[in-house]
C-alpha cells in the first residue's frame, strides 16, 4: 500500500512537472516569438525610411547633374553668341556627353532596396505564421491560445490591394 502511494505520487509530481515544463516552454516560445514580429515590424520601418531617403537622395543626385549639364549647355550656347574667338568655337564644338551612370545607380538601388525590403516584409510573414500556429495547435494552445494573435503590417501598393480585390493585374504603363 505505502508502495502503491509513493509510485502514485511520482507519477503525479512527473505529469505535474512535464505540464509546468510545457508550460514555461511554450510561454517563452509565444513571448519570444511575439518580441522578434514586433522587433521585426520595427525593423521594416527603419528599413523602408532608408529605402525612402536612399531613392530621394539618388534622385536629387541626378537632379544636380541634371541642372549642371543645363549650366554647361547654356554656357556654351552664350559663348557662341559672346563672339567668333577661338576659345567660343571650341566650346561650341564640344558638346558635353551625358553620363548616364547616375541613372543606372538610381535604377540599382530602387530595385536593390526594394528586393531587400521585400524580403524583410517576407521575414515578417513567416514569423507571424510561426506565432499563429502556436496559439492555434495542440497543446500549445491549451498554454497560450488565449494571448491573441498578433497583427502585422505589410506595406503594400493601392495598385496591388486593387488588383487582390478585382483579381486583376493589368499591365503597369511606364509613362
Same mark, same amino acid.
Given at each position: 500500500?505505502?508502495?502503491?502511494? +509513493? ?20 510561454? #517563452?516560445? &509565444?513571448?519570444?516569438?511575439?518580441? =522578434?514580429?514586433?522587433?521585426? =515590424?520595427?525593423? /521594416? ?6 529605402? =525612402? ?6 534622385? =536629387? ?31 561650341? &564644338? ?33 514569423? /507571424?505564421? &510561426?506565432?499563429? #500556429? ?37 499591365? +503597369?504603363?511606364?509613362?
Amino acid at each position: 500500500m505505502k508502495n502503491t502511494l +509513493i509510485l502514485i505520487g511520482a507519477v503525479i509530481f512527473a505529469v505535474l512537472l512535464v505540464i509546468g515544463i510545457m508550460f514555461i516552454s511554450y510561454s #517563452n516560445k &509565444e513571448v519570444r516569438l511575439r518580441n =522578434q514580429i514586433v522587433a521585426k =515590424q520595427r525593423d /521594416n520601418q527603419s528599413e523602408l525610411d532608408n529605402v =525612402q531617403k536612399k531613392i530621394s537622395q539618388a534622385v =536629387q543626385v541626378t537632379d544636380l547633374q541634371k541642372q549642371m549639364l543645363m549650366d554647361i549647355i547654356v554656357g556654351n550656347a552664350q559663348a557662341r553668341k559672346g563672339g567668333s574667338g577661338t576659345l567660343a568655337t571650341f566650346v561650341t &564644338e564640344a558638346v558635353p556627353n551625358l553620363d548616364t551612370s547616375t541613372f543606372q545607380n538610381l535604377q540599382n538601388i530602387i530595385a536593390g532596396s526594394r528586393d531587400a525590403f521585400t524580403m524583410r516584409q517576407k521575414e515578417l510573414l513567416d514569423l /507571424n505564421r &510561426e506565432h499563429d #500556429n502556436l496559439i492555434d495547435t495542440w497543446p500549445s494552445s491549451m498554454i497560450v491560445g488565449g494571448r491573441g494573435k498578433i497583427q502585422v503590417t505589410i506595406v503594400t501598393s493601392g495598385r496591388a490591394k486593387d488588383a487582390f480585390q478585382s483579381g486583376e493585374d493589368n499591365d +503597369i504603363k511606364l509613362k
